[in-house]
């Protein structure tokens, strides 16, 4: 299993371009599934998730080709079942689910694995499908969908937490194939649902709304191949943003959608740095000394979840008091127990974590528990004085495309380490 060695202190200064955004990647390469012909996809990141998507597709019955960036699929004959090795590797598996029901009419899926950061039921995704017209029974660890036809219909997703990602791109896949018009209130607003709608209007699909709570979507009879690039990758942007910010270096993100990011941008701006324009391209350094501020997670187009660990390993090193409250997941504050072995301050009280911020963080062994986790402890490897080991990164790969190649280049003393 790999580790970072990190020699922190040091700050970060150069270009880094931004890979495709992982969480538009998984649903669109879903859905290749919904027609035979061939669909290119562009700007894909090199990501254990999507080596899995890959494996998935081809286990379903797809021709898949990986040639650098560029992900080939042509799924002329498909089965509608996924096995559980496959899928639970990845909470993401479950968006093959709404293709296999509209082409199918028929989908036999695993529950899905993933992050450990709290309860992420998919009834969401299940109620759209009955509204379709699905008939839904769980067994033995698989949710089977079935239907004669899928009829459009009104669907609502709102949840306890907002909308649902993936419960959106899911029915809406499922839907394209539908007879007649189905409309999805309470719909996810994220850039990356706008990418998948995207992709399967290039694919022949009818939409419309796509980015606002409205989607209305007209069913049509079958869908053809498309080439698509992906967005990209709006975390990751923020993370390398977060990192220069943390080091009080000065980064250029190449090909980065400020567009997506107004959020963040904000609130890196009233924590004291400076983010300016040149082109598609955004320079991040500080503005002066960190400050401190709150920061509330919320859906698209609030402070996203996935940025809040990154964001509050920035908040320990701002003199003052942060509060950062948790919207999303009610279990995403695993990385406070491990950014305290680093010297941070940091207690939480019910959804909100206070941050008594300012005080140097030193280097100290660490473990990662999620994604966005790892990511929090790498920044504030790169910002603690001396040696940080951060272990079970297998979590940073599913989601950052060669993060320690990328911050080798900005000037990091980072290294993998290999158990093997």
Not at 303 to 317: G, I, K
Request: proline residues 4%; glycine residues 10%; hydrophobic residues 45%.
């Amino acid at each position: 299993m790999d580790s970072l060695m990190i020699k922190g202190g040091v700050p970060l200064a150069g270009e880094v371009q931004i890979s495709g955004a992982k969480n538009a990647v998984l649903p669109i390469l879903a859905a290749t599934l919904l027609t035979e012909e061939p669909c290119v996809i562009r700007r894909v990141p090199r990501l254990s998730d999507v080596k899995y998507m890959g494996e998935i597709l081809r286990w379903l019955g797809a021709d898949v080709k990986i040639e650098g960036d560029t992900v080939r699929v042509q799924a002329r004959k498909i089965k509608g079942m996924a096995d559980y090795e496959l899928v639970r590797k990845m909470r993401g598996s479950i968006c093959i689910m709404g293709p296999l029901l509209g082409r199918l009419k028929r989908a036999r899926v695993s529950l899905p694995g993933g992050c450990v950061i709290g309860a992420r039921p998919i009834n969401l995704h299940l109620k759209g499908f009955e509204s379709l017209g699905a008939k839904i029974t769980i067994e033995a660890g698989y949710v089977q969908a079935a239907a004669r036809r899928l009829l459009g219909t009104e669907v609502f997703l709102g949840g306890r937490a907002g909308s649902t990602v993936l419960g959106t791109a899911n029915v809406m896949m499922a839907a394209v194939l539908a007879e007649g018009v189905t409309v999805v209130e309470s719909a996810a607003c994220e850039p990356e649902v706008v990418d998948l709608a995207n992709f399967l209007i290039a694919m022949g699909a009818k939409i419309t709304g796509a980015g606002s709570p409205t989607l209305i979507i007209t069913g049509v009879k079958q869908l053809h191949g498309a080439e698509h690039e992906v967005i990209p990758d709006r975390i990751e942007a923020a993370t390398f943003a977060i990192a220069a910010a943390a080091t009080d270096g000065e980064v250029t993100l190449k090909g980065a959608r400020a567009d997506h990011l107004h959020a963040v941008l904000d609130k890196l701006r009233s924590a004291g740095v400076a983010v300016t324009r040149r082109g598609n391209d955004m320079i991040v350094k500080r503005a002066g000394r960190l400050r401190a501020v709150d920061v509330t997670t919320l859906p698209y187009s609030g402070f996203p979840t996935d940025v809040q660990a990154q964001m509050m390993a920035l908040l320990t090193l701002a003199p003052g008091i942060s509060i950062i409250t948790e919207r999303i997941f009610e279990s995403r504050f695993m990385h406070v127990s491990e950014l305290s072995r680093l010297g941070a301050d940091i207690e939480i009280e019910g959804p909100s974590a206070i941050v008594k911020g300012g005080r140097p963080l030193s280097g100290a062994p660490v473990m990662a528990s999620d994604l966005r986790a790892s990511a929090a402890l790498v920044i504030a490897g790169l910002a603690a004085k001396g040696t940080t080991s951060v272990s079970r990164i297998y979590h940073l790969d599913r989601g950052y495309e060669n993060i320690d190649g990328k911050l080798r280049r900005l000037g990091a003393r980072i290294e993998r380490i290999s158990d093997s």
